[in-house]
């Protein structure tokens, strides 16, 4: 019989990935913040719980995806947390992207009541949450890792144990630094490709498959000629992020140039009341700049 999960935040990640555990047959206890965002859940099979304590007294694996290091200390550690209704030998998988410092900290915690802990964040947007084919990059141990394995395939494509608890924290700002610096070279080429008078559409049909082609410019490329600025990933998520990664980098002395560029971008963009659009909206940083627009709403 596969293991009980229960399964903490409904926002735009974590409802597609609790959605794929219920189709892949897994027994699904859910809690949200805002109860409302579980509906459709309960209408596709899955209970739900009324705080996260009695959540975990309900599952073997506990999952959790929410917004920042203090809401997941709140939902594991706090006074109605995971770590006061779970079991000896429950196993705690945090997907959401927070410090890999408060990560090594939680999972001492958790181990003082024989509570394991992966840290397992994910790279791949709203869409590949829906799809089942995230890129998930976990620290924790090799065991807890293959007890993980079946939740973790009905939610990712891409599976990398990366090493200890922190150690998946630390891969997803790597990651994160890739994502932001990728989408300023976007904004940077193709306003100069609209500056210099050439189709945008076939710019991007030529050097989406060579050398440059990324799945930023693949994937959001294509949204911003068509000035679409629904979020995969908001600018306030992002910028959280960002905010983890220029800590993390300030702690072990290494220059994040980039990162520091396009999170001073991103605030420019969240004073002007944008912070809740996509993380490609970065563009309209550039092109307040500029003076001119990329592509044209259709």
Not at 3 to 29: C, S, V
Not at 273 to 286: C, D, P, Q, R, V
Request: hydrophobic share 45%.
């Amino acid at each position: 019989m596969s293991e009980r999960i229960g399964y903490i935040g409904l926002g735009i990640m974590g409802r597609g990935m609790a959605h794929n555990l219920l189709k892949a047959g897994f027994a699904l206890t859910v809690w949200n913040r805002t109860a409302s965002k579980a509906d459709d859940l309960v209408a596709a099979g899955a209970q739900v719980a009324s705080s996260p304590r009695e959540l975990a007294a309900q599952a073997d694996i506990i999952i959790s995806c929410v917004s920042d290091t203090p809401d997941v200390q709140a939902v594991l550690l706090g006074e109605d947390g995971v770590i006061h209704g779970a079991k000896s030998g429950s196993l705690v998988i945090d997907m959401s992207t927070i410090s890999p410092q408060a990560t090594r900290d939680i999972a001492a915690a958790l181990a003082e009541r024989q509570i394991a802990m992966l840290d397992a964040p994910v790279s791949g947007g709203s869409e590949g949450a829906a799809k089942g084919t995230l890129s998930i990059m976990i620290g924790g141990a090799a065991d807890d890792v293959a007890r993980a394995l079946p939740a973790l395939q009905a939610m990712g494509k891409t599976i990398t144990h990366v090493g200890e608890n922190g150690a998946g924290q630390t891969v997803k700002l790597a990651n994160q630094i890739l994502v932001v610096v990728n989408m300023l070279a976007v904004s940077e080429a193709l306003l100069f490709a609209q500056a210099s008078g050439v189709d945008l559409e076939k710019t991007l049909s030529a050097v989406t498959g060579g050398a440059a082609g990324s799945w930023m410019l693949a994937n959001r490329g294509p949204q911003v000629l068509k000035r679409d600025w629904r979020p995969g990933f908001t600018i306030d998520l992002q910028q959280k992020d960002l905010r983890l990664v220029l800590e993390a980098a300030d702690q072990v002395g290494a220059p994040a140039l980039g990162s520091a560029m396009a999170f001073n971008y991103y605030r420019v963009l969240q004073q002007a009341g944008l912070g809740h659009e996509g993380n490609h909206a970065l563009i309209k940083a550039f092109e307040r700049l500029a003076g001119f627009e990329v592509g044209k709403a259709e």
